[in-house]
């Protein structure tokens, strides 16, 4: 992996992590254009994590996803409607 990649899944992993401690609704593209929507589980025992010190996968309500398939991310703000998804 090169270093710019690295960069963006090093960035991914926090985001993922901080959005949720904090149960922001988030928004992954992936690179097959599925879409995982939802809040990240904040799971993090056991994980097995990649050369960037990051988890390999995540799981979005549910959903588990490899990192190495995202190509965009969004985070909803709170007080967006809906952005807590359906367990608000």
């Known amino acids: 992996m090169d270093d710019l990649?690295?960069?963006f899944f090093t960035i991914v992993g926090q985001l993922l992590d901080q959005a949720a401690v904090?149960?922001?609704?988030?928004?992954?593209?992936?690179s097959d254009g599925a879409v995982?929507?939802?809040v990240p589980s904040g799971d993090f025992?056991?994980?097995?994590?990649?050369d960037t010190g990051y988890q390999r996968c995540a799981s979005?309500?549910?959903?588990?996803?490899?990192?190495?398939?995202?190509?965009?991310v969004t985070v909803f703000h709170p007080?967006?409607?809906g952005a807590h998804g359906a367990d608000a």
């Open 5 to 7: 990649s690295s960069h």
């Open 22 to 30: 904090g149960r922001l609704r988030v928004r992954l593209e992936l």
């Open 36 to 38: 995982a929507d939802g």
């Open 45 to 50: 025992e056991g994980r097995e994590l990649d």
């Open 60 to 72: 979005i309500d549910g959903q588990a996803v490899a990192l190495d398939r995202v190509r965009y």
């Open 79 to 81: 007080g967006d409607v």
